[in-house]
């Protein structure tokens, strides 16, 4: 077999691989990738297998995609041995699952199984050229399954591309079914399928779905997501998602909304109550090149927003949103089955089956109005979900995305492995068949550094209320006093040059800062201009220095708020004409919108530790020769805060 081909892999299969091979008696199961995202799903039931002595795993690549980066890396993470596409054709094997229709599938030997890489089969797809494969492109309407009258008035027309998994054009060859079974999630898919391919019904296979029970397990994880996310108490996650094509909310076949959403997701939402994140889908971050899209949301990235990784965090970033802005992918339907509510920023249903759920419910979601203010129709939105999910459903009701994902929720393992042993022909193991849980992602804390724009209202003794905006187009609206605060690594040195407040974040021992207290008096040195300098250091607290020399600490309830939030409400506090001993007698009351009251305690320092305002060594007290000195010198252009 292929002896002579130099690229085919030797061990575990191949000619001469019995004399190689430790294991040379295990039944063969094939995972036949198309492409990244096909290649996700597949890794889903991967662990099926597990723990099982008898079966080896290999894995091959159709190279029929035009998305083609990205998968060598995926397939070589996963350690199965992969194998060229032609000696995969040759290759006798016992089981081949694919979760995708391109390439030649019908030319593989052994059972094959197909699954849906989506939530089911939605989306209308042109055949690509199929190389030996010749589908049968006859298109059959039986009289049982007709469509209604508004079906035939929304279906496209007879030049439109066919349903991708569910038309004869993709499941036939010469004929006969590609497949020896098509794995579906729910029985509306069969009458679907009944309607447009019959001969493949006899294949149907109804077994669940692997990626939403993996998310329908993590549920009770939602806050540990949140945290990862650094998404704070009282913080709404607004997630942006997008599938791929020119029609997609990060397409701009449209009418391509995404350069004037992007900013104002930042821009509008204030910082402390929204916490931005977007979802990509694989073929948009794989087809144009992760550095590609990083550098077109590079303004969107400073200023709060958090690029997910499309292939390990998307469905832990679902879990924890609050509101969903997206189009018609699986991603917005995934959303809406777990009841989050979805504002639909691209909606054409051009390229789906207009009888499937997922063309239904496009139809159905209400739609972000581009040019209308971002933050009441998230809050509309919301209120409205919430209003929703206190009312009981009432009899009658159309089946919701929730019960249209899967029939048979939580089972999908166990149907599955069941399915799988039956092809191969051997028993299952005894042991329970389950999926892995989704994984705990990195800790992503949120990388803000675009200027913020600072709206403070002082209401009361101590107490200071704080909208931030990550660089907005115009003045915020909205009552109160206005500064600017500044990451020490935004973009713009001029706008760094005249904040009014300074700060990063770090660690009280990293060597390259030196000391809170060194760095704190450099950036004031460096900044004549500015007021107040912070190192925050936790996740409740910083260290900050005012250009009157007071080094004060601030602390707050650990991770209840990003600490700079701390030190613009001292700023106003100072500008206002007040001093921080008042604070530090009394405390300080932070508020954020739906977030706090944060209780935060001024405690001031020297360079050895604590002191206690008025002393000797205070911080206010600049002719003792312990205090630190304040960088401002003779001749300061401003008038110092006390």
């Given at each position: 077999?292929?002896?002579?081909?130099a690229d085919w892999i030797r061990v575990p299969v191949g000619a001469d691989s019995a004399r190689w091979a430790t294991r040379g008696r295990c039944k063969l199961v094939l995972f036949v990738v198309h492409n990244v995202t096909s290649a996700t799903r597949l890794?889903?039931?991967?662990?099926?297998?597990?723990?099982?002595?008898?079966?080896?795993?290999?894995?091959?690549?159709?190279?029929?995609?035009?998305?083609r980066a990205g998968v060598a890396e995926l397939l070589a993470e996963t350690g199965v041995p992969v194998l060229p596409w032609e000696q995969a054709l040759e290759l006798p094997v016992d089981l081949a699952i694919s979760a995708s229709f391109g390439g030649q599938l019908h030319a593989l030997s052994g059972k094959l199984t197909v699954l849906?890489?989506?939530v089911g089969y939605n989306k209308?797809?042109?055949?690509?050229?199929?190389?030996?494969?010749?589908?049968?492109?006859?298109?059959?309407?039986p009289d049982t399954g007709c469509p209604s009258p508004e079906?035939?008035?929304r279906t496209p027309g007879a030049g439109s591309p066919p349903v991708f998994g569910l038309s004869p054009d993709w499941l036939l060859a010469d004929g006969s079914p590609v497949a020896d079974a098509l794995v579906l999630s729910h029985p509306e898919q069969l009458e679907r399928l009944r309607a447009a391919c019959p001969e493949a019904v006899p294949t149907a296979v109804l077994a669940g779905d692997p990626c939403f029970d993996r998310i329908l397990a993590a549920l009770p994880y939602r806050e540990r997501f949140r945290r990862a996310l650094d998404v704070r108490p009282g913080q709404r996650l607004v997630l942006l998602n997008s599938t791929w094509n020119p029609d997609s909310l990060f397409g701009d076949g449209g009418e391509d909304i995404l350069p004037s959403l992007l900013p104002r997701l930042t821009a509008e939402l204030p910082a402390d109550e929204y916490r931005p994140a977007a979802v990509l889908h694989p073929n948009i971050w794989h087809g144009h090149g992760p550095g590609q899209i990083r550098v077109w949301l590079d303004r969107a990235r400073r200023g709060g927003l958090a690029l997910v990784d499309p292939l390990e965090g998307w469905r832990q970033a679902l879990i924890a949103a609050d509101v969903v802005i997206g189009d018609g992918g699986s991603v917005s339907y995934y959303a809406a089955a777990l009841g989050t509510p979805v504002l639909m920023g691209a909606a054409s249903a051009d390229g789906l089956d207009a009888r499937s759920p997922v063309a239904a419910f496009v139809r159905r979601a209400p739609r972000l109005v581009p040019h209308a203010p971002l933050r009441a129709q998230l809050d509309a939105l919301l209120d409205g979900a919430e209003r929703q999910r206190q009312r009981r459903r009432q009899p009658g009701t159309l089946p919701g995305p929730a019960e249209l994902v899967s029939s048979v929720p939580g089972e999908a393992?166990?149907?599955?492995?069941?399915?799988f042993y039956g092809f191969i022909g051997i028993p299952e193991p005894e042991e329970p068949a389950l999926l892995d849980p989704l994984p705990l992602p990195p800790y992503e804390r949120v990388a803000r550094t675009a200027p913020l724009r600072v709206v403070t209202r002082l209401l009361g003794t101590g107490e200071v209320e704080v909208s931030r905006y990550a660089d907005p187009r115009s003045e915020p609206a909205g009552d109160g006093d206005a500064h600017t605060a500044v990451h020490e690594d935004t973009l713009d040195p001029d706008r760094r040059a005249l904040a009014d407040v300074i700060f990063r974040y770090g660690t009280a021992d990293d060597p390259r800062y030196g000391t809170a207290e060194e760095w704190t008096a450099e950036v004031l040195a460096r900044h004549p201009y500015s007021e107040l300098a912070a190192l925050v250091t936790g996740p409740g607290g910083c260290t900050v220095r005012a250009r009157s020399g007071a080094l004060l600490r601030l602390s707050?309830?650990?991770?209840?708020?990003?600490?700079?939030?701390?030190?613009?409400?001292?700023?106003?506090?100072?500008?206002?004409?007040?001093?921080?001993?008042?604070?530090?007698?009394?405390?300080m009351t932070v508020r954020t919108g739906r977030s706090g009251p944060h209780q935060v305690s001024v405690t001031p320092l020297t360079p050895d530790g604590p002191a206690h305002p008025g002393g000797k060594s205070g911080p206010g007290d600049q002719s003792g020769p312990d205090e630190p000195s304040g960088p401002e010198g003779p001749g300061s252009p401003f008038t110092p805060l006390r």
């Open positions: 077999m292929g002896e002579g081909r890794l889903d039931v991967l662990p099926l297998f597990r723990d099982d002595l008898r079966v080896q795993l290999l894995a091959t690549w159709t190279g029929s995609s035009p998305f849906s890489h989506g209308r797809l042109a055949t690509p050229d199929t190389g030996h494969r010749t589908p049968d492109t006859g298109h059959r309407t079906a035939e008035r393992a166990a149907l599955l492995r069941r399915h707050g309830p650990p991770a209840a708020a990003d600490p700079a939030v701390y030190v613009s409400a001292l700023y106003a506090w100072l500008a206002a004409g007040k001093t921080w001993e008042e604070l530090a007698a009394g405390g």
